[in-house]
RNA sequence: GUGACUGUAGCUCAGUUGGUAGAGUCCCAGGUUGUGGCCCUGGUUGCCGUGGGUUCGAGUCCCAUCAGUCACCCCA
């Protein structure tokens, strides 16, 4: 039979690197609810529309890289290819988005019809935090704060955070015009094919651009924290204050703009210089006008997501932790009560296997070893006969006959 | 969507100027050992990604195709 395979950017996640991603997850739930945060989780598939409107029309997200179909119905739906806008419209279904402070963290598969490389898969995996009801820097700064925690709480110190203000519908409409001006006169020996499409459509983005030639020729572009209004350049100082004074290192990036259209004020993005050129590993910022433009209650609101398979590339990984124990049958007749043993100590609250065949007794004692088993208990003619096994300790190579009823309680004396 | 590189045993790879396949590891059995991680002996495992072509003969050359990797692009 022809085998199937699977599809192109989606993975298969076996041990050890499934459990770097248990890590991920327990790690983030541990850190977030000592925030206030509480988890949701809300489904994979959503209507289009909801992403082209909150992500925007013109980003390459809608454009190119969504997994859109439509179901039997002739609806248009969508796999979602990032979170936030599914949080938003459930927080307004429910009426939950002017509740106060809604502070929630979700994480789940997203998918992104993109070439794969390293650190980006057509299916990948985000931890999605969102805090709506609340336009204060300070919100911003703590949400900063408890990403840096997290991040320090998995272990990961060498990153750099990078911080930006892309100001609001006040003064951003007049930086546009300024960048407008000054890009109005590049022409396509200067812009690459993209950003001559860019400076008309999106002209933040001409900014961002990789391309070395465009790079060069916006090298003195205007910079949007130069012609912030009064209030967004106050906001800005506030949160950088706060992180300043809470010890929190980062370099501001002018250019730094986000993929998505719903950023407002505060933008920032987590870089990693160690796994290859898909350097970000969490990327976020302020969207207040992003719940009213969804149909809701005009409420600010902060986030940011990670990428799961980003940080799993930096963890070192995990080894699973070792088993109390491994069952050396030593007597074909014995595979039962090997087995029955087994399970007797697992419900005493101990890891461990039986074998399922007799195999040599070298062999057995092998695989104890390579289990890395702290205990091996062998049954052999004698200890079946007399209800016993014999205990043997692999560090030290000590070994004692112990009634087998006896076993749970030596295991508990001499397992942590 | 564009480009470069790769595709040989379960895994990591070698395979020289084209002559119908090899090592290590893993697994199995045995030896040594105080019943285990070291060491020694023996053994199993391959549509050489797939389909064409050149040739007396192709893992080795040519074309196509599929898959993977990295980069562009984009983003977490």
Known sequence: MEKIQKIKGFADLFPPDSGVFAFIEATARSVF?????????IPILERTELFSRSIGEETDVVQKEMYTFPDRKGRSLTLRPEATAGVMRALIEEKRADDGLAK???????????????????????????????????????????????LTELGLTQLTVELNSLGCPVCRPVFLDVLREFLKGMHKEQLCED????????????????????????????????????????HFAAVRRILDAAGLEYVLNPRLVRGLDYYVRTTFEIVSGAIGAQSSVAGGGRYDGLVSSLGGPDVPGVGFACGMERLALLIAQNTTPAPDFFVAVLD??????????????????????APFAAKSTKSQMRAAGKSGARFCLLLG???????????KDMTTSTQESLPRDDVAAFLRAHCA
């Open 33 to 41: 609810t000592r925030y206030g945060y509480q988890e949701l989780r």
């Open 104 to 150: 929630y963290f979700a994480y789940g598969p997203m998918f992104r019809y993109e070439r794969p490389q390293k650190g980006r898969m057509r299916q990948f995996h985000q931890i999605d935090v969102e805090a709506v009801g609340s336009g204060e820097p300070l919100l911003d700064a703590e949400i900063l704060l408890m990403l840096r925690h997290y």
């Open 195 to 234: 950003c001559m499409r860019r400076k008309l459509t999106n002209p933040l983005r001409v900014l961002d651009c990789k391309v070395p030639q465009c790079k060069e020729f916006t090298a003195d572009a205007p910079k949007i924290t130069d012609h912030l209004c009064p209030e967004c350049a106050e």
């Open 332 to 353: 074909p007749a014995g595979l039962d009560t090997g087995l029955l043993l087994a399970q007797h100590l697992r419900r005493e609250g101990f890891a461990g296997e």
């Open 381 to 391: 003619p004698d200890e079946l006969a007399t209800g016993s096994v014999v205990v």
